[in-house]
């Protein structure tokens, strides 16, 4: 169950709020349509509900706002828009990927594949999927952690009438299972006949909440459209017959040379045209939509007529008795104004009723809704028996003196505070399973794999040039790494792989595809360094094999030895690889972007270097010289193993100039990051 209470979007600048104070009701085991036009709000309502976009108001699902419920993706599964995923990303590992962020097992995919009827589709591109079978996969991720709740976002739209069909078949699978569905639709014909709850917006607000059958009777007509040249004789015709027959037609200009006709026969109108020689271009049997506030001022339910009575009973309290006379003499009058004929004029009353009668029942459902946390323990059918039990007493106390029907409003009123309780935007919740997740995201795309290939390609042919040159050191020679360049191909490919691992994903945020970033936890960012630093130490042996091999091939074994300082020389060179990789992937979670994690990783032995190699190299009293002896010689000498050699050339490693560098660019990197990340959770 879902209940929302006084939503209310910030206002935009001079603007007023898109949403005022919108408030319905969604039960469980019923399908709810939000109806509107574009501009009505329905799309900030579903946003205000799901702490998108700030404003004011709260939402329960449940008994419960959605930041209190431990795992939201599992209670409540999300709908907007297109699905937000990698175009090269395949359906399948796509819904892998999700399946490690939500903390489901992975066999879950494969599930909701067959239940949407992607199973044949599997290993396709999102790319390449059309629109029906997009919305299918949209469906599929909000099913994926079987939530009790559905909140989607005009699920049919652009789809065939067959698609449409399925997809209301499928929410109507969801809802027979005891679960709660809230869609948003701009159709009205589709609402009434999909839905079993329609609440109407218009500019914001609720105009209309009612059952499907009686949104259908109040605002859905039979009507006939005419089309015809002679538009306007043959309205003042039909207009004419009916008054003669007292008849009630209504006649309805539309736009070009359209009629609809209201109470009336194609039989009927079709003859009228014939006897008096107006050719007709069409006739045909529709069914009409009177508009957002017909529903409100035609034929209202026994509900809504009693909210009308209450603000004005509690009006006439606090009036003296001439104005209370004068109140009863407009509610009297209230009522719409009919005509036979063309029918169009109603009285200035109409809209002080549909205001009324729109702000009432938000009033009345929010005071049955503020206790819904101090219910979340009781089920959804007790709930909803409880308010079966106490809307018969509310008909009662209706019916009783005049003063306890006055009084009673007022009381339950002032009880409600003045404004609803702020809605932040809160970042979205860290995968459950950070390893697992950032593994399927990083292999279920080929740009990794082509990026190594690229880089293996590109040092291999750089080492033999290098080699064919001459001078050039045999380490550089064997990273293919030539003096003009300021990183090797390998380490600058690391560096690429660790900004693509946070840039991907605001570049396209599947993990928050609604909340526009991704959240900054630590156990993403270990996740991410650690399979970065995997790939990168992978890349790294895979560059010194490929050029190695490359290099005894074409020129034989005296360029393919290996020195005798390797160890040294391996552990600097390692460094230099991870280091950089490292860097790309901080680079680009603090600053969101794939291009600046690059640009802070070809920055390091760019701009970094220099400076580090000027304040080592300027004029000083003493000198760093002996530092590993004395290393050495303070952690005593004897290691187990021999761990004093991988001591030393750690302390080689930071003392070279690249070693210093990208030691302070991490830690610059990493204190920002890490600040970033606590200061959001201050917030």
Known sequence: MIQAIGLTSDPRKDLPPAVDDVSFEARAGRVTA????????????????????????????????????????????????????????????????????????????????????LVSLR?????????????????????LTDPHTLVLDDPTSGLSTREKRWMHGMLRAHVAHGGTVLLTTPDPKEAARTA????????????????????????????????????????????????????????????????SVYGSTCADVGETAFRNGIPVHQLADEVGDMGPRASTTADRSADEARADVAPQRKAAVSRPEGSREQAATRARSGG????????????????????????????????????????????????????QRTEPEAEASDTTSPRRAAEAPSVELDALPELPPPISVRPAPSPLRPLRYELRRAAGVGTGFVTCGAVLLVSAVTAVLLA???????????????????????????????????????????????????????GLLAAKLLVTTAT??????????????????????????????????????????????WAGVLAAGLFRSTTAGLAAVVAVPVAVVPVVQKIVEGPSVRTAAGFP????????????????????????????PVGGALTLSLAALLGAFLFTTLRGKVR
């Not at 929010?366 to 009781?378: F, G, K």
Request: aromatic share 4%; glycine share 10%.
């Open 123 to 143: 290993d396709e591109r999102l790319s390449t999927l059309s629109r029906g079978m997009d919305r299918r996969l949209g469906l599929a991720c909000a099913l």
């Open 468 to 522: 064919r040159v001459g001078h050039t050191p045999r380490p550089r020679l064997m990273a293919g790494w030539p003096q003009q360049l300021p990183l090797p191909p390998a380490a600058f490919g690391a560096g690429l792989l660790g900004a693509l691992a946070f840039g991907d994903e605001f570049r396209h945020p599947s993990l928050a595809a609604d909340r526009g970033t991704v959240p900054r936890r630590l």
């Open 196 to 259: 079993d709850q329609v609440v109407t917006l218009e500019r914001g607000r609720v105009v209309a909440d009612q059952e499907a059958a009686d949104f259908a009777r109040t605002r859905l007509r039979p009507r006939v459209a005419v089309r015809t040249p002679h538009a306007p004789r043959l309205a003042t015709l039909l207009t004419k017959e009916a008054r003669a027959t007292h008849r009630s037609v209504e006649v309805v200009r539309e736009s070009g040379n359209r009629l």
């Open 34 to 117: 939000l109806l509107g036009g574009p501009g009505a709000g329905k799309t900030t309502v579903l946003r205000l509900m799901l702490e998108l976009q700030r404003g004011r108001g709260v939402t329960y699902f449940r008994g419960r706002p959605l930041h209190r419920i431990a795992h939201p993706s599992r209670e409540v599964g999300v709908l907007l828009g297109d699905v937000p995923g990698h175009p090269a990303r395949t359906v399948r590992g796509h819904l892998r990927m999700l399946c490690a962020a939500a903390g489901v097992p992975a066999r879950r995919a494969d599930e909701v594949l067959e239940v949407v009827g």
């Open 536 to 581: 990168a130490l992978l890349l790294a042996v895979l560059t010194l094999g490929c050029d190695i091999e490359m290099l005894y091939l074409v020129y034989g074994r005296e360029l393919a030895e290996v020195p005798s300082d390797w160890l040294s020389l391996t552990a600097s060179w390692f460094g230099l690889v991870v280091g950089c990789a």
């Open 629 to 656: 002896l004395r290393i050495r010689e303070l952690l005593l000498n004897q290691w187990p193993f021999g761990g004093e050699r991988y001591v030393e050339a750690a302390a080689r490693l930071i003392a070279q």
């Open 336 to 387: 719409p104004t009919r005509t036979t004929g063309t029918g169009t004029a109603t009285s200035s009353a109409t809209e002080s009723a549909t205001s009324s009668t729109a702000s009432t029942p938000v009033r009345k459902r929010r005071q049955r809704s503020v206790t819904a946390p101090d219910t979340e323990a009781r089920t959804p059918q007790a709930r909803s028996g409880d308010r």
